[in-house]
C-alpha cells in the first residue's frame, strides 16, 4: 500500500504513512487549564468523578492525567508526569504520553495548569450541618443502661459505619448523645440504621421498633422522612447472673434465637430458647459480683474466705478450672456459688 499524500511504501491511516498523517495533528493534547476541588474539612480532592484522599502532589497530576486526550487513532501506552508549584494554588503538570499508532510509536510532552479551588464536598456539608435521616435509640427495660453496655454498643456502631464508609462515601454518625436511659445515636442514612438496629436487638435480645417522621422535601420534590428505630434491652445482660425457673446460671451470650447458660450448681450449659428468655431474671449483674481470696483447693472444690463475715466456705469449681489467688463468686440466698 502505498501512502496517497506522498507515494511512500507505507499506508498507516487514512491510506497515509505516519509522516503525512500526523502532519498539522497533535496526538495528544491537554486543556488550557484543571480546576481541582479540595475539601477544606476532610481534606480530599475531587478527582475522575469521586472525592478520593490524595497527597497534593499526586492529585495534581492525577487530575491533569484524567483529562488528557489523545487522536482517535491513537492508543495510549502509559504517561508519566512531573509538577511545578507556581503558587500554593497554582501547578504546571507535564504529561508525557507514550502513544501507538499502526504500531508506529512516539512520545507527546503537553502541559496544562492545574488551579486548585476550596470548597466543602457534599458529605462534609452535611456532617456540618448537622445532616442526618436516622437516630438509633438504645434503652434498657430496667430504666438504666450500664456505662460498659453503652461503650460496648457505642463502639460496635461506629466500627460497623466506619468500615461501610469505606464503599458508601455519604455514610456517616452525625452525634451520639447520651439521654437518661441510655444512648442516642444520629446517622445519615436510614437503611443502615435500619441494619444496624436490627443486629442490635438480635445479638442481645433486645426489642425493636421503627417510626416515621415526615420532616421536609427532597431537592426532587419528593417527601422526606426521618426515621427513629428503638432497641430495647433487656434487663439482663452477657456475664449477669440469672435465676431461670428457681435455678441459678451465668448468662454467657444471647442472640436472635435465645441465649446459653452455665447452671453455677454443676456448671452444665444449657440453651434458652427466645421465645423463654422473658422468664429470665437478672439477680446479680456483672459488675456486682465479689471478688474473694482462696484460701486452699483440692480437686473440685476450693475454700474461700466469705465476701461477709471472712469465715472460711467451701465451694464447688468445675474440675479443669484454673484457679489463681482470687476468683468470683455469686452469694445468692445465703449461698455461695463460684462464678466461671
Given amino acids: 500500500m502505498f501512502c496517497v499524500k506522498c507515494g511512500k511504501d507505507e499506508s498507516v491511516a487514512d ?30 480532592f475531587f478527582v475522575e468523578g469521586q472525592w478520593r484522599e490524595l497527597d497534593l502532589e499526586e492529585a495534581v497530576e492525577d487530575s491533569a492525567v484524567a483529562v488528557l486526550k ?87 456502631i461506629r466500627n460497623d459505619v466506619e468500615s461501610a464508609a469505606k464503599n458508601n462515601r455519604g455514610l456517616f454518625i452525625t452525634k451520639v448523645t447520651e439521654v ?29 421498633k421503627e417510626s416515621s417522621k415526615l420532616v421536609g422535601k427532597t431537592e426532587e420534590g419528593n417527601d422526606m422522612h426521618r426515621l427513629t428505630y428503638l432497641v430495647r434491652l433487656p434487663e439482663y445482660h452477657v456475664g449477669d447472673i440469672v435465676r431461670v425457673n428457681d435455678e441459678i446460671y451465668r448468662l454467657n451470650w444471647i442472640g436472635k434465637n435465645g ?28 459488675d456486682d459480683l465479689k471478688e474473694v481470696t482462696v484460701v486452699s483447693r483440692s480437686s473440685g472444690e476450693i475454700q474461700v474466705l466469705h465476701p461477709g463475715n471472712y469465715a472460711t466456705v467451701d465451694i464447688r469449681v468445675p474440675e479443669n478450672a484454673e484457679i489463681g489467688e482470687t476468683v468470683r463468686v455469686a452469694s445468692v440466698d445465703g449461698e455461695l456459688f463460684y462464678v466461671p
Avoid at 503525512?20 to 484543571?34: N, Q, R
Fill in 15 to 44: 491510506g497515509m504513512c505516519i509522516e503525512c498523517f500526523l502532519e498539522g495533528k497533535e496526538i495528544a493534547v491537554l486543556p488550557h487549564h484543571v480546576d481541582l476541588d479540595r475539601c477544606t474539612n476532610c481534606e480530599e
Fill in 70 to 156: 489523545a487522536i482517535p487513532e491513537a492508543r495510549v501506552l502509559s504517561v508519566g508526569t512531573t509538577s511545578e508549584e507556581l503558587d500554593p494554588r497554582n501547578f504546571l503538570v507535564t504529561v508525557e504520553a507514550d502513544t501507538s499508532i499502526g504500531g508506529f510509536e512516539s512520545t507527546s510532552t503537553v502541559t496544562t495548569t492545574v488551579r486548585v479551588k476550596n470548597t466543602v464536598c457534599k458529605r462534609c456539608s452535611r456532617q456540618l450541618g448537622n445532616y442526618y435521616e436516622a437516630t438509633i435509640q438504645i434503652r434498657s427495660a430496667s430504666g438504666t443502661l450500664g456505662d460498659d453496655v453503652r461503650d460496648e454498643i457505642v463502639r460496635r
Fill in 180 to 208: 437518661t436511659g441510655g444512648v442516642d445515636i444520629l446517622l445519615s442514612s436510614i437503611s443502615t440504621g435500619r441494619t444496624l438496629a436490627h443486629d442490635l436487638a438480635n445479638s442481645y435480645g433486645g426489642e425493636y
Fill in 259 to 286: 441465649g446459653k447458660v452455665t447452671r453455677l450448681r454443676d456448671f452444665r450449659e444449657t440453651t434458652i430458647k427466645r421465645a423463654d428468655m422473658q422468664s429470665v431474671r437478672t439477680i446479680i449483674a456483672k
